[in-house]
């Protein structure tokens, strides 16, 4: 099973504790405000694991990341010294039942809050530091979307910066045509680039397999390359 596999398996779990916990604070009626609270810390924790091993869901969380985990990391906090505070005002004959809600705190706490915030903040520095962290299934330096185009869709690069500062594009009849020209110092902190097949017909003129590269060196083999399908 891969990691993004056991990933899913594990926020699943998550969840339906969670759902289990939410049922409860709604059958102990305690106000829409504290439930909603809860539902929005059980569904940042479960974002922050899946974009943890998913580059996807990272480049779509992005700085919500931030008030994210300062929410979480508040309302988590907040509620195990309530559950501390309360589990000490109870009866003597209610010992048991004490005993029981502080294991499962404590699991609760360690086993499935711990590791989201621990995510969240791996997300956080990667926004600080982008790619200094090494996340399982990293993101490809060089990505072409959509793989299949029609006349008049965009094609968006998305890059890993820095990169090269040559862009070439080697179509099925005309062979290679730069795009950006080798030494375009800007270009090499380009993350993304979105190109139009309707305004780049000189391009996009025969149907086929287009090869999109990315060198840092003019003339020289391409470090990065991703390929898309065009049907004119």
Not at 19 to 24: E, P, R, V
Not at 143 to 169: I, K, N, W, Y
Request: proline share 6%.
């Amino acid at each position: 099973m891969g990691i993004w596999n056991s990933t899913l398996v594990y926020v699943g779990a998550r969840t339906l504790l969670a759902g289990a916990m939410i049922a409860l604070l709604l059958r102990r009626r305690v106000g829409a405000f504290y439930a909603g609270g809860q539902v929005v810390s059980d569904l940042s924790c479960a974002a922050f694991l899946l974009a943890y091993v998913n580059p996807a869901i990272r480049d779509d969380i992005g700085v919500l990341v931030i008030p994210l985990v300062l929410f979480v990391l508040y309302w988590e906090t907040m509620r195990f010294f309530e559950n501390r505070q309360a589990a000490a005002l109870r009866d003597d004959e209610d010992s048991w039942i004490d005993t029981s809600l502080r294991v499962y705190g404590t699991v609760w706490t360690w086993g499935f809050v711990l590791p989201a915030i621990l995510s969240g903040a791996f997300l956080m520095f990667d926004l600080m530091a982008p790619n200094e962290w090494p996340f399982p299934n990293p993101k490809a330096p060089l990505t072409c979307t959509p793989q299949q185009l029609r006349f008049g869709d965009e094609l968006t690069l998305d890059m890993a910066v820095p990169h090269g500062s040559q862009l070439v594009v080697f179509t099925p009849n005309s062979g290679a045509i730069v795009l950006i020209p080798y030494g375009n110092k800007p270009f090499e902190r380009v993350p993304r680039l979105t190109l139009a097949t309707d305004t780049l017909t000189q391009v996009f003129a025969d149907s086929g397999v287009y090869v999109f590269t990315v060198s840092t060196e003019g003339e020289l083999s391409a470090s990065l390359a991703c390929r898309v399908r065009y049907e004119s």
